[in-house]
Structure formats: C-alpha cells, structure tokens
C-alpha cells in the first residue's frame, strides 16, 4: 500500500472503527467508579484501583513483545475487541476490591492492545509522509467519540448503573467491530500483499528483550519523555480540573473548564501535517509542548473564570499538537525497524501508563501542599523546562538500527 494515493481511505474506516470503540470504553469509563462507589469503596481506594490498570498495562507493555512475535495490527486489534465484549460482564460482577483489580487489570490489558495495533498500523500500512496526518485523524475521531459518549452517558445513565448502561456499550462497540472487519475484507481484497504478517525474529530468551528495551530506550528517551509528560498533564487535568470548577467561582460555566481542555483534539489533527513538514515531528512536539506548557504556568496569576477558560482553551490547543507530531516519529521507527516494532510499541505504552500512574499522584501532591492553580502553573513550568531541554540537548535525528546478533 506503500505510495498508493488512495490509501487514506483505510486511515478514515480504522478511525470511524475507533471512533464507536472510543464510545464503548468513555461509557466504560464513566460507570467504574460509580459502580465502586456502589460497592463500598471510597474515593481513595477508588483511584488506587482504577490506577492499577495503568500498572498492570505497563507489565503488559513488556510481556507483549514475548506474545505478539509474527502478526501485524490485524489480530492485536481482534484481540482487543474480543477482550472487549467480556469485559462489561466482568465489570458487571465485580463485588470485591480484588475483582475490581483485576477487571482493572484486564481494562490495561486492552487499552494497551489498542496502541500497539494504531502504530503497527500506521507504522507499517501508511507511507510515511502520511504518518502525522494519520495519526491526527486518528485523534479527531477519539476525541469525537468521547464527546458523543458523554452525551449518550446522560442519556442512559439517571440514578443507577443498569442493564441499559452495558447494552448500549455492547451495541457500539459491535458497530466497530463490523467496521474492523469491512476494513480488513478491503484490504485483503484490493492491497492482498500488504496484509502478509512480518516476520519477526523470535527472541531467544527474556535477557533479549530487555536488552532491547535498553538499547532502544536510550534511542527514544526524547520522544519517551514528551509521550510521558503529554499523558502527566492529561491525567493531571483530569484529577483537578472537575475540583477547580466546582471550588471556583464558575457559576453555570463549570462544565466548560474540561470543556476547554478536551475540545481542541477535534481541531488540530486538520493542521498537523504542514506544521511537522515545516518543522520536523520531533521538533513541532517539542515546540508546542514548550507553547502550551508556558500558557499554562501562568495559571496561577489568573483570577476571572472565563479567562481561565480562555488560557486552559489554547494552552490545550498546542499541547495536543504535540501528540499526533510525536506519535508519528514512533510510525517512523517502526518503518525503519520492523524486526523490533513490538519493542518500540511497547516502550511507548510503557511511557503513557506511567504518566497516567504518576499523574493524578502528583496533581493530588501538588493541589494539596499549594493549590489548584498553582498545581497547574508549576504542571506548565515542568512542561516548559522539559521542552527547552530536549531542543537544546535532544538529538536532531534518531536513527533505529539492530544486529541480527541483537534479535
């Protein structure tokens, strides 16, 4: 599929797939904590469990690779829907912490699936002068499909967690499993050479994969590092954001603070490309992570709500330009390397769970000793020294290369 210039349609029918998917797992989301709160738990016990799946996916990251060694994005993403369709009954019979844990750890589980189907993906079925725009309507769509979810939440979701809740997630995420499936029939049937699995070496033993993890980590720890803090801020925002609106003095307005930060991921995947053409992938990431980051540390000196609003809006704006500007460099490594996409897949995962492990710790941490605002004015400084280091110190290109000896 390589230099064909019809090859974008396969990008729009895998986003509308994870657009459907994107509403079963914000519902899925939405009803956990209230189906823990039901069964006794309280608000800390509830995000130290809820926080365990970010663990238990991180483990995962690395058991991955020693499962997935010769398949491509095809049945990593099968997997994920069949995991998927047991989950709800899972979540619906959990009465226990320990059940809790390990629906948690199975929502790990197929959340992490996800990321390492989008990149094999893209990595390996898009060219890549298309890898940022891919991946920016790739986020156009999850983000549309968390706005609709929180719309069909409302709907379905009044006093109790009911039979409704789980048939309605149920339904959605059937609608994008058909989609899958037309997508796969499409390529199988119009592009039959790109749907042949590469194959990948198997690694001998376990000291290989974490030689691997090692050698490629140190390659990637630029782009690691602005995948980790991206996924900081989200998780930082989404721990403090519903407290501040509901302390401050937003009156009708409190629903739009999250508002603000969630709504810019509709609008910049549409102008990604020409940025990251102009600049480089890995320069725009860092460049907007610098822009937001400094809007963001002046936080602490805003007292109107609506400028708040107004600053978190496009402080937001470029910090999810750097998510689509970083997530294509990693498309380009697994371009370049193919033999240890599993690895590359896995280390970025490996990275977004422990920013949404240590993220809510932090905003907790930080929103207790100061406060609010000033957790999110020292939250942009981090953001803004990490950015002026890496385009000081990061490397200008980075280059994967392996041994055969090495596989």
């Not at 998927?84 to 320990?98: D, E, I, K, R």
């Not at 009044?158 to 789980?166: A, G, I, L, M, Y």
């Not at 937003?250 to 969630?262: D, M, N, Q, R």
């Not at 970025?348 to 949404?356: Q, R």
């Amino acid at each position: 599929m390589r230099g064909d210039t019809g090859q974008t349609s396969p990008v729009f029918l895998f986003s509308l797939s994870i657009f459907f998917w994107t509403i079963f797992d914000s519902i899925m989301s939405y009803i956990t904590p209230l189906l823990m709160e039901d069964h006794g738990l309280s608000t800390s016990m509830i995000g130290l469990v809820i926080g365990f799946s970010s663990v238990a996916g991180a483990i995962f990251d690395f058991v991955i690779c020693k499962i997935f060694k010769n398949t491509d994005f095809r049945r990593v993403i099968l997997a994920m829907f069949v995991i998927c369709f047991t989950y709800p009954m899972l979540l619906w019979q959990a009465n226990s912490v320990g059940m809790f844990l390990f629906a948690m750890a199975v929502w790990g589980v197929y959340y992490d699936l996800l990321g390492f189907g989008m990149f094999n993906f893209v990595g390996k079925y898009i060219k890549r002068d298309d890898h940022s725009s891919s991946f920016g309507i790739i986020q156009i769509f999850r983000a549309l499909g968390s706005i609709v979810a929180l719309l069909v939440i409302s709907w379905i979701v009044t006093d109790v967690v009911d039979w409704r809740t789980f048939s309605a997630a149920w339904v959605v995420l059937a609608i994008g499993f058909l989609l899958f499936l037309v997508l796969l029939y499409g390529l199988r049937r119009r592009h039959p050479d790109v749907v042949e699995s590469f194959k990948r070496p198997r690694r001998k033993h376990l000291l290989i994969e974490v030689h691997l993890w090692e050698k490629l980590g140190k390659l990637m720890i630029p782009v690691l590092m602005v995948t980790f803090y991206l996924l900081f801020i989200d998780a930082f925002f989404w721990t403090l954001a519903p407290l501040y609106a509901e302390e401050s003095a937003f009156a009708g307005f409190g629903g739009l603070f999250l508002t603000a930060y969630v709504l810019p991921e509709l609008m910049v995947g549409w102008f990604i490309s020409p940025l990251t053409n102009h600049f480089g992938k890995k320069r725009t990431a860092y460049l907007c992570l610098l822009t937001g980051s400094l809007i963001l540390s002046s936080f602490f000196f805003i007292e109107s709500p609506i400028l708040s609003i107004f600053v978190v809006f496009i402080a937001s704006m470029f910090i999810n330009l750097a998510y689509p500007a970083v997530n294509s460099s990693y498309a380009d490594y697994i371009s370049d390397a193919p033999q240890v996409d599993g690895e590359i897949e896995g280390l970025e995962d490996f990275f977004v769970n422990m920013g949404y492990v240590f993220g809510p710790l932090a905003a907790g941490i930080l929103a207790e000793i100061l406060s609010i605002p000033a957790a999110f004015s020292i939250l942009g400084l981090m953001g803004a020294i990490l950015a002026v280091v890496l385009l000081i110190a990061g490397p200008k290109h980075i280059i994967i290369k392996t041994k055969q000896s090495e596989l």
